[in-house]
């Protein structure tokens, strides 16, 4: 989240009424109920957009072919990357930025707006040339959906920024508003390409993108959240966002790229259909996804307010109960994917689906072991320490895609899930322990600066 948020009182006044940021109480029970409003407005939001993503795979498994769904499925990947690279670069230093006493908001967001519209524009440029590269028979109808995306993409990608920063004033109407909409559009439109016989990997990507275009002009041009275009900051807020973020963007690239990779490995080792079955697998673990989304949306700017007002002791303890409520909620969706997936999986995409149960137990599981790395990236967020995600991601790369390529022949789809697992044990550990060390660093050096000059002669 790089930069600023226009001033201009006399549109803000026409919005429509928004919940205030959270302000110091001075009441436990006032901010107890404060934490229960904001975490489940936040937890409503990624409810509408996991939703809308989750039946958008179950209209395509009804509806296309396995290699159809396998072919958006890999679509989906590149589009994920992408826009997590985005969430990096340009979103995560404007959340870290926004609330610092010095900060031109309004300014800082108009930076960020442009510096996001020319991210988004090159992200699609590049997909369009992915679109020209040659492709086995296997993946003959590639260039196709690549060139769908190319178009869809900045319309995406604009969307998700525009969530962000409504996230980070803790404007969670506007976001629920616009996100319905965006879902609504989506899924009548899917509806309506089935009904006419035109629905395929490509039809509905196209659908997806266009589905973000009247949410954001209307964001855009309500200024719901105002901002100012300062063409003397562009270049300095650029510098700062990308000294603030650089680390985090090769850091989540290494982990996210060797998430997104082992679709691609299944495609290689085995087939396109099978990397569909192990999409729509994924997809309905998407549900425990989901809520760590939702749920981190508030969290994670909760943690850095509680580190920039309050000090690191209050940061730890929001990062705990942070890895308390994910590991309580996770724990019981994996095991209720462990009794009754299969059920699921025929029940919601279909009979052929149904023997692959024992893929969303794995699935879940390794969401499951992620959660511990989740809260502990907060702490490292709040402590302006982005490089500490990099060990961490390290090795869930060097984990994952190892076991992939040594379980993925042998095991199949199994070992395509279990190389997540692995993953996702190696980043908790490895991040946590980072961050304990970024945090004793840290108390080392607050009882040293707090040491009268006399004590230390």
């Known amino acids: 989240m790089t930069q600023t948020v226009a001033a201009n009182p006399a549109v803000a006044a026409t919005l429509t009424p928004q919940p205030p940021a959270p302000a110091p109480c001075s009441s436990a029970s006032a901010d107890y109920r ?3 409003k904001m975490g489940g407005l936040s937890l409503a939001d990624q409810l509408v957009v996991s939703g809308a993503n989750f039946l958008t795979f179950v209209m395509l498994s009804h509806w296309c072919t396995k290699q159809q769904v396998g072919l958006f499925a890999l679509a989906w990947t590149v589009s994920g990357f992408l826009r997590t690279a985005q969430e990096r670069l340009i979103s995560a230093p404007y959340l870290a930025f926004v609330h610092r006493h010095e900060t031109d908001q ?21 997909v369009a040339a992915g679109a020209l590269a040659p492709w086995s028979d296997d993946l003959a109808r590639m260039p196709i959906v690549f060139a769908a995306l190319a178009a869809s993409l900045p319309l995406m990608m604009l ?26 559009t989506q899924l009548s439109a899917i509806v309506l390409l ?35 275009i300062d063409p003397a900051r562009l270049a300095t807020d650029w510098l700062t966002s990308w000294r ?44 425990s996804q989901m809520f760590v989304m939702g749920a981190n949306n508030y969290f994670q700017p909760r943690t850095i307010a509680a580190m920039q007002t309050q000090g690191i002791t209050a940061m730890c303890r929001s990062l705990l109960e ?17 009794f009754a997936g299969g059920w699921l999986l025929g029940a919601i995409y279909g009979a052929d689906y149904a023997e692959y149960g024992h893929l969303t137990f794995l699935i879940a599981l390794a969401t499951l072991a992620i959660c511990v790395s989740v809260g502990c990236g ?9 490089r500490g995600y990099l060990w961490g991601e390290l090795a869930y790369f060097a984990v994952s895609i190892g076991c992939a390529m040594l379980l993925i022949p042998r095991m199949g789809l199994t070992g395509a899930a279990w190389s997540l697992v692995a993953g996702g044990v190696t980043v908790s550990l490895v991040t946590a322990l980072t961050l ?22």
């Open 159 to 184: 969307r998700d920024h525009l969530r962000v920063v409504c996230s980070a004033h803790f404007r969670f109407y506007t976001e629920i508003a616009m996100d319905l909409l965006v879902a609504c």
């Open 436 to 457: 304990a060390l970024l945090v004793r660093e840290h108390l080392r050096e607050e009882r040293w600066s707090s040491t009268p000059a006399e004590a230390v002669e």
């Open 106 to 126: 309004p300014s800082l967001l108009g930076s960020s707006l442009v510096h996001q519209g020319c991210f988004a524009a090159l992200c699609g440029l590049a």
């Open 194 to 228: 089935a009904g006419a016989g035109a629905l395929n990997a490509a039809t509905v990507t196209v659908a997806l993108g266009l589905a973000c275009l009247a949410p954001s002009l209307w964001w855009l041009a309500r200024r719901a959240q105002p901002f100012r």
């Open 34 to 36: 404060r934490d229960l």
């Open 322 to 338: 942070t890895v308390l409520v994910f590991t309580v909620i996770l724990s019981g969706l994996t095991l209720a994917l462990y």
């Open 378 to 386: 907060n702490g490292l967020a709040a402590l302006g320490k982005p």
């Open 244 to 287: 603030y973020s650089r680390w985090l963007v090769v850091a989540r690239s290494i982990s996210l790229g060797a998430y997104q990779l082992i679709p691609w490995l299944v495609v290689f080792y085995l087939d396109t259909e099978r990397a569909g079955v192990f999409a729509v697998c994924s997809n309905l673990v998407g549900l």
